[in-house]
């Protein structure tokens, strides 16, 4: 499969032209982009937002059970059915794909609208479940082993069955079979341009190269999801090669623009953003975001090569931080009304769920992976999103008044002692019982 769509007859492709620096004109059209914002803001006011956006990190399959479980929460306690947009990262970008994929593979007709369908189903029965099978195939372990050892510089070869992974999960669906409401969009990040790139119904590109010209007609959803959740470096970047006609509305007016829209390199959306934010902090009214990154581990690495990744590591940690604070900083200011649940927070001991011990010690070391997760690891998972998500609302006045009360997901999974002894290899990547199929 490939892993870009078609690029339109007669498109050109720019091989060979030097990338010249563009730091000046960058920062140029950021200075311009957010004085804009500040201007629009000024005349709009808060009170313009309007919405619910529900933002899903990164973290491979942890990230995409843990998310399940939230969204289960979040069905019951009817605030599924009101929500305007899914922002999505990776992992996350792999359940948002299956919660839209259930909808329209699962409504009455056309005219059910998202809300009617989430207030009429069983979202257990026909939106978990289901998802069981998905999670329980591997779509890391042969892209890996297929270009061993000749082709492991060709990231076209591992992106391409990849996205075939996808396509079983979703079927050859373009972006413009989505629905329109809620607007679901799975960000990527863009190597040549270092911003947020979106995949949605609406739009597909950034604001400095520029949106594609149908373009949701052209790409696949499954596509997207590829590189949203193509992490390095066992997946190379997404080559999504277009003519550089194709892009409208594009910001970045450099004499090397042609060249690097001819030929986009796209990472996994966690490399700019693994909350899965952009898209949200400055439209919506109400903003929840389910956070399945693990706790920074502290530890000093003596080796040269572990510690060139530790460099990598405390970079990326410092630029989650800064999300997270952008995010409260706004709810506190009271921006919009946000609400945020984590795989690895605290809560009180004697809250519902799963205690701090387990979470530190078992759930927050679980691999970020897209290797196959065990019917054990898919229910832990999901229990523990759960109440991660119904801790976090209960604390809100309001959020939980008209909810059901919270029960276990998987009630035969909640004693810690067998859970610990359930997942001591969880974290493991490579582990061949799973392989084998064992449960």
């Not at 492991?152 to 050859?172: C, N």
């Not at 329109?180 to 609406?202: H, I, M, Q, Y």
């Amino acid at each position: 499969m490939a892993d870009r769509p078609a690029a339109p007859a007669g498109a050109a492709r720019h091989r060979g032209v030097p990338m010249q620096s563009t730091d000046v004109e960058l920062e140029r059209l950021r200075v311009r982009r957010e004085a804009r914002r500040a201007e629009l803001a000024a005349h709009s006011g808060v009170n313009q937002r309007e919405g619910r956006a529900l933002c899903l990190s990164g973290g491979g399959y942890r990230a995409a059970l843990f998310h399940l479980g939230g969204l289960l929460r979040l069905h019951e306690a009817g605030l599924l059915a009101g929500l305007s947009l899914v922002s999505s990262v990776s992992g996350g970008s792999i359940v948002s794909a299956w919660l839209a994929c259930r909808y329209l593979d699962t409504r009455r007709d056309r005219e059910e609208s998202f809300a009617a369908w989430s207030d009429r189903i069983d979202f257990r029965a026909e939106v978990v479940e289901p998802f069981r099978a998905v999670a329980a195939r591997d779509i890391r372990t042969l892209p890996v082993l297929a270009t061993l050892p000749f082709n492991w510089l060709k990231p076209s070869w591992r992106i391409g069955l990849l996205e075939r992974g996808y396509i079983r999960a979703f079927g050859e669906r373009p972006l413009d079979e989505l629905p329109e409401f809620p607007s679901f969009v799975f960000c990527a990040t863009d190597l040549s341009f270092g911003v947020n790139w979106e995949f949605s119904r609406r739009r597909v590109g950034d604001y400095l190269a520029g949106y594609l010209r149908d373009g949701a007609r052209r790409v696949q959803l499954s596509c997207a999801v590829a590189a949203s959740s193509c992490f390095p470096p066992v997946f190379g970047p997404v080559r999504f090669e277009a003519a550089p006609g194709d892009y409208q509305r594009g910001d970045y007016r450099g004499d090397d623009g042609d060249a690097l829209r001819a030929r986009i390199e796209l990472s996994d959306g966690g490399v700019y953003d693994n909350l899965a934010t952009e898209p949200s902090l400055r439209r919506y009214r109400e903003v929840l975001v389910s956070d399945a990154g693990g706790p920074f581990v502290f530890q000093s690495k003596r080796w040269w090569l572990s510690r060139l990744m530790r460099y990598t590591q405390v970079m990326g940690n410092q630029a989650e931080a800064l999300r997270k604070r952008l995010f409260f900083g706004q709810a506190e200011s009271g921006s919009f009304s946000g609400v945020y649940w984590s795989l690895a927070g605290y809560r009180d001991e004697g809250a519902d769920g799963y205690s701090p011990a387990l979470v530190r010690d078992v759930l927050g070391r679980l691999r970020t992976d897209l290797d196959r997760f065990l019917d054990v690891e898919f229910e832990v998972l999901v229990n523990h999103g759960y109440f991660a998500a119904h801790d976090a609302l209960w604390r809100q006045n309001g959020w939980l008044s008209e909810a059901a009360p919270a029960a276990w997901p998987y009630p035969e999974r909640a004693d810690e002692s067998q859970v610990r002894r359930w997942l001591r290899r969880s974290h493991a990547r490579v582990l061949h019982r799973r392989w084998w199929g064992a449960s």
